[in-house]
T-cell receptor, first 113, second 114 residues
Framework: GNSVTQMEGPVTLSEEAFLTINCTYT??????LFWYVQYPGEGLQLLLK?????DKGSNKGFEATYRKETTSFHLEKGSVQVSDSAVYFC????????????FGTGTQLKVEL | NAGVTQTPKFQVLKTGQSMTLQCAQD?????MSWYRQDPGMGLRLIHY???????DQGEVPNGYNVSRSTTEDFPLRLLSAAPSQTSVYFC?????????????FGPGTRLTVL
């Protein structure tokens, strides 16, 4: 079956630190990969996505590259801000699976001054 | 546009009670879905709909019913609430079933079953 594995949280960083949140996946076929972000008290919103191998998704200073050889989609940001504090979810959607998303467990990020 | 709206925001039920969680979207999206979010388990799909009059089960459908009489609304019914249904429930919508995978989420309903 399909599954997504994320690193355990919480991750606590100082402002301007470098961020990496690891995500690996198992899927039948060739999935599209996503990062969603959930700010406190809100629903999830799409942060970035990649639909094929070697694609790089980017948004708001965050980046992730679809690595088929390592089945990974790690999220990175060069300099985090306090406003980036949120829960980050890695997710996948397989071709032919409609719009059904399979989510990881989420990684909480706390950024301190 | 209001996007995806959910009511209520919070609810406390006793075991055995029934209730309906409301979800509406004003983006004319065909695809709507319900997820539950539990600590350490991410989001799990309960039910989904690819258009008015069409619904199907997701990963964890037991104890929940849905219907889709209009494009805008997709209510989730708990027939006889159990403590295991204590969770945060999110409704989501997207343009179509075979689309890009981007889904728009509501703010959630936090449900506690005593």
């Amino acid at each position: 079956g399909n599954s997504v594995t994320q690193m355990e949280g919480p991750v606590t960083l100082s402002e301007e630190a470098f961020l990496t949140i690891n995500c690996t996946y198992t899927a039948t076929g060739y999935p599209s990969l996503f990062w969603y972000v959930q700010y406190p008290g809100e629903g999830l919103q799409l942060l970035l996505k990649a639909t094929k191998a070697d694609d790089k998704g980017s948004n708001k200073g965050f980046e992730a590259t679809y690595r088929k050889e390592t089945t990974s989609f790690h999220l990175e940001k060069g300099s985090v801000q306090v406003s980036d504090s949120a829960v980050y979810f890695c997710a996948l959607k397989v071709t032919g699976g409609g719009n059904k998303l399979t989510f990881g467990t989420g990684t909480q990020l706390k950024v301190e001054l | 546009n209001a996007g995806v709206t959910q009511t209520p925001k919070f609810q406390v039920l006793k075991t055995g009670q029934s209730m309906t969680l409301q979800c509406a979207q004003d983006m004319n999206h065909e695809y709507m879905s319900w997820y539950r979010q539990d600590p350490g388990m991410g989001l799990r799909l309960i039910h989904y709909s690819v258009g008015a009059g069409i619904t199907d089960q997701g990963e964890v459908p037991n104890g929940y019913n849905v219907s889709r009489s209009t494009t805008e609304d997709f209510p989730l019914r708990l027939l006889s609430a159990a403590p295991s249904q204590t969770s945060v429930y999110f409704c989501a919508s997207s343009y179509d079933y075979s689309g890009s995978g981007e889904q728009f989420f509501g703010p959630g309903t936090r449900l506690t079953v005593l």
